[in-house]
């Protein structure tokens, strides 16, 4: 699977951005797909995941009621509508796919297949 994220940039606080990951490769529809995101100096930090059919979908509490998750498996990508942007969402988010995406696991990268590259995000003051 070939993942390709886009739709970083800089944004005002309490904006808004919409990132995309499209997939190829594989059966985009069979997959679980998530969404991490890295910090300058931090270690790497779940953000969202959804599974195969887009009936359930996973949330970090920092970011639950802020961010939405979507997938469209007609045009194999899962999209990540952000609103409400806060300097603390400054990352490098990176999109991630699961060959067997486990509800317990979803928040842990090594549950995770295939990754692709990152997109800037950057929340200004």
């Known amino acids: 699977v070939q993942l390709q994220a886009s739709g970083g940039g800089l944004v005002q606080v309490g904006g808004s951005l919409r990132l995309s990951c499209a997939a190829s490769?594989?059966?985009?529809?069979?997959?679980?797909m998530g969404w991490f995101r890295q910090a300058p100096g931090e270690e790497r930090e779940f953000v969202t995941a959804?599974?195969?059919?887009?009936?359930?979908?996973y949330y970090a509490d920092s970011v639950k009621g802020r961010f939405t998750i979507s997938r469209d498996n007609a045009k194999n990508t899962v999209y990540l509508q952000m609103d409400s942007l806060k300097p603390e969402d400054t990352a490098v988010y990176c999109c991630a796919a699961a060959l067997v995406l486990r509800s317990t696991r979803v928040a842990v990268p090594e549950e995770y297949d295939y990754w692709g590259q990152g997109t800037q995000v950057t929340v200004s003051s």
């Open positions: 490769g594989r059966t985009f529809s069979s997959i679980g």
């Open positions: 959804i599974n195969w059919s887009g009936d359930s979908k």
